[in-house]
């Protein structure tokens, strides 16, 4: 079995769609107009990013419960997280500096879609 799709609520998805791809580089897959639903892909992951709305109480409630404890809605990896705020200091608001937990390096910035993300990079062990 294999991972296909991950869902994220998003408050706007045509906002979302823009973000997540003019400003992180990935591409969109799939619009399902029915739903208001799209999935956006990286070039280097199978899996799917479905940017939802949060147009329902519970949806809404979760996301929102979800950024105010600081607990982020999705992790993304990266293979140098130093190397990633370099790139995107201009581009996104990082919420807090880099920092060591175990065998990884965190950091979280805001997607401005109302999500708090985590970016980490897995330590090398000599």
């Known amino acids: 079995?294999?991972?296909?799709?991950?869902g994220l609520f998003v408050n706007d998805v045509e906002y979302a769609k823009n973000f997540y791809c003019k400003t992180l580089g990935f591409e969109v897959k799939t619009f399902i107009?029915?739903?208001n639903f799209v999935t956006v892909?990286?070039?280097?992951c199978e899996v799917e990013l479905l940017l939802e709305p949060n147009d329902n109480p519970i949806a809404k409630d979760y996301q929102e419960k979800l950024y105010a404890a600081k607990i982020p809605?999705?992790?993304f990896i990266v293979d140098n997280i130093y190397e990633f705020q370099n790139?995107?200091?201009?581009?996104?608001?990082?919420?807090m500096e880099p920092f060591e937990v175990e065998d990884s390096i965190i950091t979280c910035f805001?997607?401005?879609c109302g999500n708090y993300i985590q970016i980490y990079e897995r330590k090398a062990f000599d």
């Open 1 to 6: 079995m294999k991972l296909g799709v991950v």
């Open 33 to 35: 107009e029915k739903f």
């Open 41 to 44: 892909v990286s070039e280097d």
């Open 73 to 75: 809605a999705i992790s």
């Open 87 to 95: 790139n995107f200091e201009d581009k996104l608001d990082f919420l």
């Open 110 to 112: 805001d997607d401005t």
